[in-house]
């Protein structure tokens, strides 16, 4: 079976146990996967039951999938996701958003948990991602699927600058405060060390992490509009004697904030 055959068969079965199409899909990171507990009537679909979706083996990704109302709209979650530092192809990393695309979602909202290297961030920040910096294999390097979008896609606004805006109103609403910066992809799965810290900075980063660049630029070929948020879970910039990257604690930080994020995603939601 073919890549092509293979999101097709992915598509059919998750379409055959849902009402009707949804209108949003999310992708939840980190740590973040309590926003799906705000899905009302959900309908649970474990990776596991869908053809050719892989495991999530990263700590604070639950591997499902859910169907559901959030905001008042149909919506498509995904409570975890697949990386390339697990050992899975670009293409298995990126075949949900494939899947998604194929099922005529439109819009697609990614989150993430993220060490901060913008000096003025701090532990619990959100930070609306503007822009991105891809330092990972391109997911569309080999034959371009036509069915989905061009050989070289744009990408010079990767995320949607109407769905920025909207972000920020509502977060003025809500009174909430928010970061804006531009989010580096590597490939993990080590931390970063201080000089590749300060070297992300130099070159225009703000945050960084490992994953959401290839589920954007397979999004951004099939023309879906993407807003894209990063939960700042450690600081990058001061390194005291005692200074650990900790996969636990990068979990519990970004599960403190996302009562923000999840607030700021249904009412954005709410809007479209």
Do not use: W
Not at 58 to 72: D, F, R, T
Not at 86 to 107: D, F
Not at 251 to 269: D, P, R, S, Y
């Amino acid at each position: 079976m073919n890549y092509t055959e293979k999101i097709k068969e992915s598509a059919t079965f998750i379409k055959s146990r849902l009402p009707k199409n949804p209108d949003v899909a999310i992708v939840l990171g980190s740590g973040l996967g309590d926003l799906a507990e705000q899905i009302q009537n959900p309908i649970v679909m474990p990776y596991a039951s869908i053809p050719n979706f892989m495991q999530s083996t990263a700590v604070g990704h639950k591997g499902n999938l859910i169907y559901g109302e959030l905001g008042g709209k149909a919506v498509l979650a995904m409570q975890g996701r697949f990386h390339y530092y697990e050992g899975y192809s670009m293409e298995q990393v990126t075949l949900p958003i494939r899947v998604m695309n194929a099922l005529g979602i439109s819009t697609l909202f990614v989150s993430n948990a993220a060490g901060g290297i913008n000096p003025e961030f701090r532990v619990g920040d959100l930070m609306i991602i503007e822009d991105q910096i891809n330092l990972m294999p391109n997911p569309l390097v080999g034959k371009n699927m036509e069915e989905f979008g061009p050989r070289f896609p744009d990408m010079t606004r990767p995320y949607d600058l109407d769905l920025i805006k909207t972000c920020k109103k509502i977060a003025e609403q809500q009174d909430i405060s928010l970061q804006e910066g531009v989010y580096v992809g590597g490939t993990g799965p080590s931390y970063e060390t201080p000089a590749e810290y300060k070297y992300f900075r130099i070159i225009g980063g703000d945050a960084v992490g490992m994953s959401t660049v290839p589920e954007v630029i397979v999004a951004r070929h099939g023309s879906m509009r993407v807003f894209g948020m990063s939960v700042i879970t450690n600081e990058g910039f001061n390194f005291t004697h005692d200074f650990v990257n900790d996969e636990n604690d990068v979990v519990e930080a970004a599960g403190k904030a996302a009562k923000k994020m999840t607030v700021l995603f249904t009412e954005m939601i709410r809007s479209l």
